[in-house]
């Protein structure tokens, strides 16, 4: 009997001793995803930025004061378009209300009250941020590997951090500056927030968003030499006259 128990018990030893060693080699290689992995995730989510086509709600914050309207966003590899829209329920009678444009070149318009087109959009918007993605496989093969290793990306102005999956966490640019902070809900996009100088915040709640490459007609270019320093108080006062009427 004192025998079994002592086959037994070695016998369990060597078990529990084996057990320990897969256990160990199993969170080993669950420890990370291999390298060859954080480039196909990283491709995968650079590219989901190079083209897309949304629609949804957007609330336009300024001193105070907020505006919620439909809007439709688009984007490829060479455009990006924004436009506002002012309608009633399930957007009839839409009307467009403000719209963003850069391209060849960046313009904003406000058919609806034409004086909010003195404003400059590059002093507002970060739209070099949209440029930024507009190649994913060239981004890719030039700043993959410090991307991976830093979850960061400075160039020509822009300051881009990524979270540990490698979705686009915010956009930097130092020249206007202005933000772009993206925010998910489970692994989808749900969000971006636009925050320009000033307190200027344009937030996008996506009901849906397709990565499409769609067509997009540009603006009129703009002919504005307005610069946004904040020291024209009317101008001040007329957007928070704006954003007060339409609400």
Known sequence: MTRYKFITTRYLTKV???????????????????PSDKQKLLRQEL????????????????????LRKMFFAAKNKDQFRLDILDGGL???????LLSFYTGNY??????????LEMLSPNDMIPSNSFGLFAFSDSLMARYGQSIIATYMLEIDGLKVSFLKDFRLDKVLD??????????????SLSELEIRGPDDMS???????????????????????????????MNLKQLIKDFLRNKR
């Not at 960046?106 to 004086?115: E, G, H, K, Q, R």
């Not at 130092?174 to 692994?187: D, G, H, I, M, P």
Request: hydrophobic fraction near 40%; charged fraction near 20%.
């Open 174 to 187: 130092t020249k206007s500056n202005s933000e772009l902070k993206a925010v998910y809900n489970n692994s």
């Open 16 to 34: 529990l001793i084996l057990h320990i060693l897969l256990s160990i080699m199993l969170l080993s290689g669950c420890a990370g995803p291999r």
């Open 106 to 115: 960046t313009s904003f318009a406000s058919p609806m009250l034409p004086m």
């Open 90 to 96: 399930m957007g009839a009678g839409a009307k467009p």
């Open 47 to 66: 590219k989901k930025w190079e083209s897309f086509d949304s629609h949804g709600i957007a609330e336009i914050s300024y001193m105070g004061l907020a």
């Open 202 to 232: 344009i937030r996008l709640i996506f009901d849906e968003i397709k990565y499409i490459e769609p067509e997009i007609v540009p603006l009129p270019k703009s002919t504005s030499t307005f610069q946004w320093d904040g020291s024209e």
